[in-house]
DNA sequence: ACGATATACGCAACAGATTGCATATGCAAA
DNA sequence: TTTGCATATGCAATCTGTTGCGTATATCGT
């Protein structure tokens, strides 16, 4: 039950709405974690069922319609718990890799053309992540408690980019190994 | 649909049963793609009412209850269709990043130890990938193509497992700059 | 005044995946 | 001979997560 333990650890920080909660998510892990609003919705209601989380008093200035949640001593208690048990390494369903179990009997120049495209898209997401280390820790050595966790989160953002971008490159290059080797005018790649 | 997918790729090899998927599955991408039997089981029950696998004859000196699919003329017309489909990133619920999130307010010595723990495991794994890739793939670049997408797996494998543990050391570095010194006489560590 | 966009919540149906249980055979070790 | 293990399949309940739809209000530009 890892996306309610989310919600709990953001609602450390200070009370907030289902809406709040989707949109802190999408800023900060939502690049690697990809949460619906729906299934934030459901399990604040699940959580406030469990007594984890309660309704928290909204300011009158605020829209009337908006519900903020705040954690509970119970919720609190949970999360100390979670926070004792071990974590399972994340598993990780690449579809590439099952393509490439397919590459002798399809086309390869479909395959290659993929992986550069995988390739470009985690080069942007590097690159917007650099942004975001730039921007929020140029000076890492000297972060608080609270930002050195969001800080270790950002550089394994980091990290597994370009660790997904040199992949991509070796794939590409292993995937011809055994072509008939090619000159610049005569491009053609043989499947 | 991705598991599907993978299924109707495995198949490609030869008839397999259900049975025969799930080891498969384990040895291969297994370490980083859990799949249960009853999963398998069910996809197999999916794609046969698809009429994209078919119960392929079995050899009088099997089993009697082992039944073996193969893949059918619509099955490969589907495999090929996917195989020019985008394939997206995979998520990627790495629950230590929630945990460091919550790293102001909860005990550094857990998490600390989580991390060492988490980091023992994938060094553990990355030796087993790398025994494999040493026993199977000792000459990468004369690979056959069939052996070449399989070496590639492998590879993600390992590099991701370096990097895992690289981040892992990083964290266990960073989560303590503000304390204290300390030394080795005195190896308490605050919270 | 109108439309677009952002805010804000929720239901219903489905798909994907896990967990626990049940069943049955064959083989080898204690 | 009994016990346990590997082989081999499957149901039912549950949980997790997605997709599509529906309903409002507020804000802002034109």
Redesign the interface.
């Known amino acids: 039950m890892?996306l309610s333990?989310?919600i709990l650890?953001?609602l450390?920080d200070r009370p907030q709405s289902g809406y709040d909660l989707a949109k802190r998510f999408d800023r900060?892990?939502g690049f690697?974690?990809?949460v619906s609003h729906q299934q934030i919705y459901l399990e604040l209601h699940k959580l406030a069922r469990s007594g984890w989380v309660a309704s928290a008093p909204v300011e009158p200035s605020e829209r009337p319609n908006r519900i903020a949640y705040q954690l509970t001593e119970d919720g609190r208690k949970a999360?100390?718990q979670w926070?004792?048990e071990?974590?399972?390494?994340?598993?990780?369903?690449?579809?590439?890799?099952?393509?490439?179990?397919?590459?002798?009997?399809?086309?390869r120049d479909?395959?290659r053309k993929?992986i550069e495209?995988?390739r470009d898209?985690?080069t942007q997401?590097l690159a917007h992540y650099q942004a975001l280390m730039a921007e929020h820790y140029p000076e890492?050595?000297r972060?608080?408690?609270?930002r050195?966790?969001?800080?270790?989160?950002l550089?394994?953002g980091i990290?597994?980019e370009?660790?997904?971008i040199?992949?991509c490159e070796?794939?590409i290059a292993?995937?011809d190994?055994?072509a008939p080797k090619r000159t610049k005018s005569d491009p053609a790649r043989p499947r």
Chains 1, 2 share one sequence.
């Not at 071990?86 to 086309?107: D, G």
């Not at 972060?143 to 609270?146: C, E, G, K, Q, T």
């Open positions: 890892a333990h989310a650890v953001s450390l900060t892990v690697f974690w990809k999360l100390d926070m004792l071990p974590t399972e390494p994340p598993n990780f369903k690449e579809e590439m890799i099952v393509k490439l179990f397919a590459l002798e009997a399809s086309n479909t395959i993929e495209r995988r898209l985690h997401r890492p050595a972060l608080s408690a609270r050195r966790g969001r800080y270790l989160g550089r394994m990290v597994t370009q660790t997904t040199a992949w070796e794939a292993c995937i190994l055994d």
